[in-house]
T-cell receptor
Framework: DAGVIQSPRHEVTEMGQEVTLRCKPI?????LFWYRQTMMRGLELLIY????????DSGMPEDRFSAKMPNASFSTLKIQPSEPRDSAVYFC?????????????FGPGTRLTVL | RKEVEQDPGPFNVPEGATVAFNCTYS??????FFWYRQDCRKEPKLLMS???SGNEDGRFTAQLNRASQYISLLIRDSKLSDSATYLC???????????FGAGTQVVVTP
């Protein structure tokens, strides 16, 4: 079975440009999470969805960040305009709620560098 | 104060030795607990859940102390392949939201 798929795997862009990260969760999973990981701050939850509906976006750093989940098999995280401090690895994860146990399966991540 | 705190390490461990480390969490209402493993430049993966009575999975033993709000992980007979960062993870709500610690780095040496 395919795991969580993210694209692109690497992105290098210049400050001020728009960046769009994409995620395809594991088929059948009803939760989708976006995380950001840096050396300084570790793994931070940005936003998560349940059945395509955003549940908690309190981790989104500012209005430059937005996320959508138009259907159960696709989500995007957009940064506009991007800044050098946005450089990080962005992970998407999905899980299936059941029996109170929610193992999250992570994608390979998108390594973003903003120059 | 961070919700989940870990000693960043690194813990340098000779092959075959035992290593143990803890993490503490601040939310007494936390519901579930896990250890995830993250290899260098890879994604985190679930290592094991942590049950109230303690549990083992092969060479790995996890313990939970709710009164003192800490979780521990012990690795016996360390292998070179155990070198990784171990993330302490706490589930804080019924939706499945997880709080990750910053990780403890373990380096197993020949």
């Amino acid at each position: 079975d395919a795991g969580v798929i993210q694209s692109p795997r690497h992105e290098v862009t210049e400050m001020g440009q728009e960046v769009t990260l994409r995620c395809k969760p594991i088929s059948g999973h009803d939760y989708l999470f976006w995380y950001r990981q840096t050396m300084m701050r570790g793994l931070e939850l940005l936003i998560y969805f349940n059945n395509n509906v955003p549940i908690d976006d309190s981790g989104m750093p500012e209005d430059r960040f937005s996320a959508k989940m138009p259907n159960a098999s696709f989500s995007t995280l957009k940064i506009q305009p991007s800044e050098p401090r946005d450089s990080a690895v962005y992970f998407c994860a999905s899980s299936l709620r059941g029996n109170g146990y929610n193992e999250q399966f992570f994608g390979p991540g998108t390594r973003l560098t903003v120059l | 104060r961070k919700e989940v705190e870990q000693d960043p390490g690194p813990f340098n461990v000779p092959e075959g030795a035992t290593v143990a480390f803890n993490c503490t969490y601040s939310n007494s209402a936390s519901q579930s607990f896990f250890w995830y493993r993250q290899d260098c430049r890879k994604e985190p993966k679930l290592l094991m859940s942590v049950y109230s009575s303690g549990n083992e999975d092969g060479r790995f033993t996890a313990q939970l102390n709710r009164a003192s709000q800490y979780i521990s992980l012990l690795i016996r007979d360390s292998k070179l392949s155990d070198s990784a960062t171990y993330l302490c993870v706490v589930k804080t709500d019924s939706w499945g939201k997880l709080q990750f610690g910053a990780g403890t780095q373990v380096v197993v040496t020949p």
